[in-house]
């Protein structure tokens, strides 16, 4: 079985193509013009307009990451906690741990984007 998998660089020119700034503990703050990691990359294939549509419905943003990016669930939990920096509970294992890693590795790609580290959404302020 092969797992979709979301590489650095794909959040790297998802970030300069539409704008946005990296932003952790948070999906999306259009009033900041910030994203997280998968937010990125649905608003580069979507457009902003889009994501901010679906996130206006309160549809899960797990769910749509795990849709419409055909990711696995497991992947996208893993890779928003490692986007976070957040704390992996390796007994998780599998595609979460991918998920992990490759989250990890992508936050290490664009933070400097973020202008200045952790950018943080107005609910964790």
Not at 55 to 78: D, K, Q
């Amino acid at each position: 079985m092969t797992i979709n998998r979301i590489a650095p660089e794909q959040v790297k020119e998802a970030y300069e193509k539409t704008g946005l700034k990296p932003m952790q503990n948070g999906w999306f703050e259009i009033s900041t013009k910030c994203a997280c990691g998968l937010s990125a990359v649905l608003a580069a294939e979507k457009g902003i307009e889009w994501l901010e549509s679906q996130f206006r419905l309160r549809r899960s943003r797990s769910y749509i990451a795990s849709e419409r990016l055909n990711l696995l669930p497991s992947y996208v939990t893993g890779f928003t906690s490692g986007f976070d920096g957040g704390v992996f509970f390796h007994s998780e294992g599998g595609t979460s741990a991918l998920g992990y890693e490759d989250g990890k590795a992508a936050w290490e790609a664009v933070k400097h984007l973020a202008g200045g580290g952790e950018i943080l959404n107005e609910r964790n302020r």
